[in-house]
């Protein structure tokens, strides 16, 4: 079955930027969406089709692709970002979705 | 503006059928752009996509749980419905319901809280 591969955990200073990837067989031909969940809560959606950010959602948030790697890239981290991150996409059918494993951000 | 709520049992045993309910508010759930779709969580792990379907009953369903998963959808209503059969602990886990896009832009948008069910006996 396909499969989405996140780094486990990332740390980063407040202030600086965090950078999460996922990667895929399948990303060169399907978009990539990104989610925040902090605990206790429902995730929320930060990137869609690779690059795009809901209204609402902070600037600093972005995201790119290149190949079969997507980033999210967080500018300017500040404590409240301090979450868990999920990379999803769907298959190269575009039949079945799937979620990377997720990301623990934490905020040093 | 449009919320999702999900409702069933908190408790089932194993072997038998966990049934869950999503209901669609401050919108419809006919709509031509969206599916609806199942996403579950285990405690403390990651999230699992279950399966989604269209308001005209077209469906997609995980590969590792398509035999024992089925998602109906009642526009009358305005739910759409979870039944996985044959339970067992591993099935444990707070259950989304949500919305997604369609056509190639498949995020999910839209999710309600979340329901925790527990297997056991």
């Known amino acids: 079955s396909y499969e989405l591969t996140q780094p486990p955990s990332v740390s980063v200073s407040p202030g600086q930027t965090a950078r999460i990837t996922c990667s895929g067989d399948?990303?060169?031909?399907?978009?990539a969406y990104w989610y925040q969940q902090k605990p206790g809560q429902a995730p929320v959606l930060v990137i869609y089709?690779?690059?795009e950010r809901p209204s609402g959602i902070p600037e600093r948030f972005s995201g790119s692709s290149s190949g079969t790697t997507v980033t999210l890239t967080i500018s300017g981290v500040q404590a409240e970002d301090e979450a868990d991150y999920y990379c999803?996409?769907?298959?190269?059918?575009?039949?079945?979705?799937?979620f990377g494993g997720g990301t623990k951000l934490t905020v040093l | 503006q449009l919320q999702l709520q999900e409702s069933g049992p908190g408790l089932v045993k194993p072997s038998e059928t966990l049934s869950l309910t999503c209901t669609v508010s401050?919108?419809?759930?006919?709509?031509?752009?969206?599916?609806w779709g199942w996403i579950r969580q285990p405690p403390g792990k990651g999230l699992e996509w279950i399966g989604s379907?269209?308001?005209?009953?077209?469906?997609y369903y995980n590969p590792s749980l398509k035999s024992r998963v089925t998602i109906s959808v009642d526009t009358s209503k305005n739910q759409f419905s979870l039944k996985l059969s044959s339970v067992t602990a591993a099935d444990t886990a707070v259950y989304y319901c949500?919305?997604?896009?369609?056509?190639?832009?498949?995020?999910?948008?839209?999710w309600g809280r979340g329901t925790l069910v527990t297997v056991s006996s």
């Open positions: 999803q996409s769907a298959d190269s059918s575009g039949t079945s979705w799937v």
């Open positions: 949500a919305r997604s896009g369609c056509c190639g832009e498949w995020y999910f948008d839209l």
């Open positions: 379907i269209y308001y005209s009953g077209s469906t």
């Open positions: 399948a990303l060169p031909k399907q978009y």
């Open positions: 089709k690779d690059s």
């Open positions: 401050g919108g419809s759930i006919s709509s031509s752009s969206y599916y």
